[in-house]
């Protein structure tokens, strides 16, 4: 399935990236997104620095309007600590990890100069591996059957465009909130039960991207 999404994409580029108003290029990026649930209080999981990259591409309906689609590897990182009773410091546990195919689908709206933008959208993540690495002992648990197959979050942001030639280069910075449930219902042993679990937080993205024809 994941072979086939990545085509899809790879068709939908190719037939558009023959238009002056479309833009194709790359994309890379840190994101520190946070698990938030109903976690017991003597349990709690932070975040830790993620990372992903891909392609992306954009298509201009105005000069101020941009549609824009991506496809990549996304990998969010957080850190399992058990809560110490009078002090309230974190004693880490483990290292989860959650690795997906992310599929961002949004909109630019660009101002007069057509340098600063808003951005808006949604992405939708196909899940791959969840596993936690337990610091003691030193273990690895694969955790995905326990997490859903894919998972829905809305995203706002805000970037700056500048050209070099007809290549422009983008540096936005992005808020994302989940919208579904990251879990299945399976029981979990090597995180905190949450019968809730949705992924939220920042991400700081580059884009390099090339405008076919000269394009907008």
Do not use: C
């Amino acid at each position: 399935m994941k072979r086939h999404i990545l085509l899809f994409l790879a068709m939908v580029m190719s037939i558009i990236g023959a238009s002056a108003q479309v833009h194709l290029g790359l994309t890379g990026y840190v994101q520190n997104l946070s698990l938030n649930g109903d976690s017991p209080e003597d349990q709690t999981i932070t975040a830790g620095l993620g990372y992903g990259a891909g392609v992306s591409a954009g298509y201009f309906f105005t000069p101020e309007i941009q549609l824009t689609l991506g496809a990549g590897y996304d990998v969010r990182n957080n850190t399992v600590s058990n809560v110490l009773p009078l002090t309230d410091s974190l004693d880490a546990v483990g290292d989860f990890s959650l690795t997906s195919y992310a599929v961002p689908i949004g909109i630019r709206i660009y101002g007069a100069a057509q340098t600063w933008y808003f951005s808006s959208g949604i992405t939708i993540r196909f899940h791959d591996v969840a596993k936690v690495e337990v610091i003691e002992p030193d273990t690895s648990i694969n955790i995905s059957s326990a997490f859903v197959k894919m998972e829905g979050s809305i995203y706002l942001g805000f970037g700056y465009m500048f050209r070099v030639g007809d290549v422009r280069l983008i540096p936005e910075l992005r808020y994302e909130q989940g919208l579904s449930n990251l879990l299945n219902g399976e029981p979990l042993y090597s995180l905190p039960p949450a019968p809730v679990l949705r992924s939220s937080g920042f991400s700081f993205r580059f884009f390099a991207e090339y405008a076919f024809g000269g394009g907008q």
